[in-house]
T-cell receptor, first 115, second 118 residues
């Protein structure tokens, strides 16, 4: 069974630009969650999508948005990039919603560098 | 206040030593879940265990064991006879329902970097 895949693995952008990251969950998983990992703030929950609907959201500004498609693939978008957005963005998929606290399987992450 | 505290930033042990990673949490939710994840140098988080708030039974899985104590709000993780391959950053996490929205949030601790020397 293929694991969670994220594309691209590395990305370099400049301030003010926008970026879209993609996540393909494990086949059959309907929940996709996104996390931001930085040395300063650690691992922080961004949002969760389940059956194409955002179910939970962390404490991030509206520049961070996402969506989920009918095949459960998810995209995360960050607009008007700031230097502080440089981070490893991790995607996780699970069978159940975060509310059911099912086991989450993580992808390798996308490392975003904002110059 | 930190919801999940991993006071040990970095631990270094020699192979075959036992090591315990501490995790203290804070929540008002009565139904919550605790997790441990391992993040090896490759960066991919690996799920190790989930424990719900109603199950205080300790668990052992090979060289790994977990001690959940609600009375002290702790969920500690012990590796017995550590190996070099255990070198990684270990995260403790808490899933709880938020008071204001009722939605569930997952909060990670800051992680403990474990280095196992040969």
């Amino acid at each position: 069974k293929a694991g969670v895949t994220q594309t691209p693995r590395y990305l370099i952008k400049t301030r003010g630009q926008q970026v879209t990251l993609s996540c393909s969950p494990i086949s059959g998983h309907r929940s996709v969650s996104w996390y931001q990992q930085t040395p300063g703030q650690g691992l922080q929950f961004l949002f969760e999508y389940f059956s194409e609907t955002q179910r939970n959201k962390g404490n991030f500004p509206g520049r961070f948005s996402g969506r989920q498609f009918s095949n459960s693939r998810s995209e995360m978008n960050v607009s008007t990039l700031e230097l502080g957005d440089s981070a490893l963005y991790l995607c996780a998929s699970s069978l159940e919603q975060l509310a059911r606290s099912g086991e989450q399987f993580f992808g390798p992450g996308t490392r975003l560098t904002v110059l | 206040a930190q919801k999940v505290t991993q006071a040990q930033t970095e631990i270094s042990v020699v192979e075959k030593e036992d090591v315990t990673l501490d995790c203290v949490y804070e929540t008002r939710d009565t139904t919550y879940y605790l997790f441990w994840y391992k993040q090896p140098p490759s960066g991919e988080l690996v799920f190790l265990i989930r424990r719900n708030s109603f199950d205080e039974q300790n668990e052992i899985s090979g060289r790994y064991s977990w001690n959940f104590q609600k009375s002290t709000s702790s969920f500690n993780f012990t590796i017995t006879a550590s190996q070099v391959v255990d070198s990684a950053v270990y995260f403790c996490a808490l899933s709880e329902a938020l008071e204001d929205t009722g939605r569930r949030a997952l909060t990670f601790g800051s992680g403990t970097r474990l280095q196992v020397q040969p």
